[in-house]
């Protein structure tokens, strides 16, 4: 291959490179969301192209135009006065204030496309927006002159206002409360479920806004203002406030209330548990004197099991203490007895040993002592004696006395013999007593 063909390929490849695009570019060209591009023939016939997307077009044969698809947002500040009536049917209108904000947008078919594009965006900037505002501000001034003040807060059954204002629009008296007639509205806008003033605007503006090529979407109602409608919200601020203190009155009421049940229910509470604690305190106390009495008895049980017991101790003391004496006084008794046995024998013994003189020198020793009483005693005696052994009364009688005699003078040994003591134990005895006298005098009678 030679050089000019290899400058035929260069060429191709730039022409393919650069080239290329510029010319696809030059007939498809872009169309962006929220645009249409209007693109007019030499014959006269126009394509509308909907973004995003493109259109087909050919430089030199075709003319085309963008317009924006968007919605334009109009804000409206409209004055005007209400058509109410009072009572009599005498007109009543009351100035108001209505900030708005009106959406419009481009038609959907193509004629309006066409027309918007022809009427309203061929104009500049300000006087799109100048256009828009005049013509939705005087609809809604037809609107406003069509409807109550009531109706333009969306009340279409809203009672009668309470105070309306006097006069022209200008007035600010205000005039006594009177029952209010709506005006008529079309039946459109009767049947319309929509806000009133929207209602009316759309149907007053809809042709208008057709001849430009546009549509009516929607109207939002910032505030509605009016000396009645801050009247009225005065009144419902303040009716709000009352009912508010109302609310807290009540809800005060009630908390105090709840407070002073809660205080009663605590107080009776309080009560009963006082009461529990005094009929413990009572059954306490009673159940402590039932102790102390029980204590008491035992005690007292006690004492007398105590002194049963010391009495029963005593007495068996006492009964060790008698069979004690009782074992000593027969220990005694029975020493005496063997002291005296022995004495007897003793003197019995003497008696045999010594015979008549020991009991002669006894007689002879103790007639000192006896005689007085004997010859005392004869002489005071009166004795009857009789005898049968052929003795005479002086011998009977003198042989008795001599027995007995004899008799004393054995017991006056025994006793005074020294073999008997005090103790009973054998010790030598005091020194015998002198004998007694006897009782009565003997006195020997005879025969």
Not at 201 to 219: H, V
Not at 252 to 261: G, P
Not at 341 to 362: L, M, P, Q, T, W
């Amino acid at each position: 291959m030679g050089i000019q063909s290899w400058m035929i390929i260069a060429v191709a490849v730039f022409v393919g490179i650069f080239l290329l695009p510029i010319v696809v570019a030059a007939f498809l060209r872009d169309v962006e969301a929220g645009t249409i591009r209007l693109v007019s023939w030499l014959h006269g016939a126009t394509v509308i192209y909907r973004g995003p997307g493109k259109s087909k077009e050919l430089p030199l044969l075709t003319t085309g135009t963008t317009i924006s698809s968007k919605v334009i947002n109009v804000d409206l500040d409209i004055t005007d006065q209400t058509a109410d009536l009072d009572d009599t049917g005498t007109p009543r209108p009351i100035k108001v204030r209505v900030l708005a904000s009106a959406i419009v947008s481009v038609g959907d078919s193509d004629e309006l496309i066409k027309t918007a594009a022809n009427r309203f965006f061929s104009k500049p900037d300000p006087d799109q927006m100048s256009t828009l505002t005049d013509l939705l501000s005087s609809s809604g001034r037809r609107a406003i002159n069509l409807l109550t003040h009531d109706q333009l807060f969306s009340a279409k059954s809203a009672p009668p206002p309470k105070a309306l204002l006097a006069g022209g629009g200008s007035s600010t008296a205000v005039a006594p409360a009177a029952p209010v007639v709506p005006a008529p509205l079309p039946a459109a806008v009767v049947d319309d479920d929509d806000d009133p003033l929207a209602v009316i605007i759309r149907k007053a503006c809809s042709r208008e806004l057709t001849d430009l090529g546009l549509i009516f979407n929607s109207l939002n109602i910032k505030v509605v203002q009016s000396e009645v409608a801050d009247a009225r919200r005065r009144q419902s601020a303040a009716e709000a406030q009352a009912n508010a203190d109302i609310v807290s009155a009540q809800q005060t009421r009630r908390a105090k209330e709840a407070q002073l049940e809660a205080e009663r229910a605590i107080n009776d509470k309080q009560r009963e548990l006082e009461q529990t604690r005094a009929a413990n305190a009572a059954l306490v106390a009673a159940a402590e004197a039932k102790k102390q009495d029980a204590l008491a008895i035992q005690r007292t049980s006690e004492l007398d099991a105590t002194q049963i017991a010391q009495a029963r101790a005593d007495a068996e003391r006492v009964k060790i203490e008698a069979e004690a004496a009782a074992d000593a006084e027969s220990i005694r008794i029975r020493r005496v007895a063997e002291a005296t046995a022995e004495s007897i024998r003793r003197v019995n013994e003497a008696i045999r040993d010594g015979g008549e003189s020991y009991f002669r020198y006894k007689q002879i020793e103790l007639l000192p002592q006896i005689a007085p009483a004997v010859a005392e005693a004869l002489s005071e005696a009166k004795l009857v004696t009789i005898s049968s052994d052929g003795r005479g009364a002086p011998d009977s009688t003198a042989n008795n006395i001599i027995g007995v005699i004899q008799t004393v003078l054995a017991a006056q040994l025994v006793g005074r013999s020294g073999v008997l003591d005090a103790g009973g134990n054998g010790a030598p005895a005091a020194p015998p007593a002198p004998l007694a006298p006897p009782a009565a005098p003997v006195k020997p009678v005879g025969r």
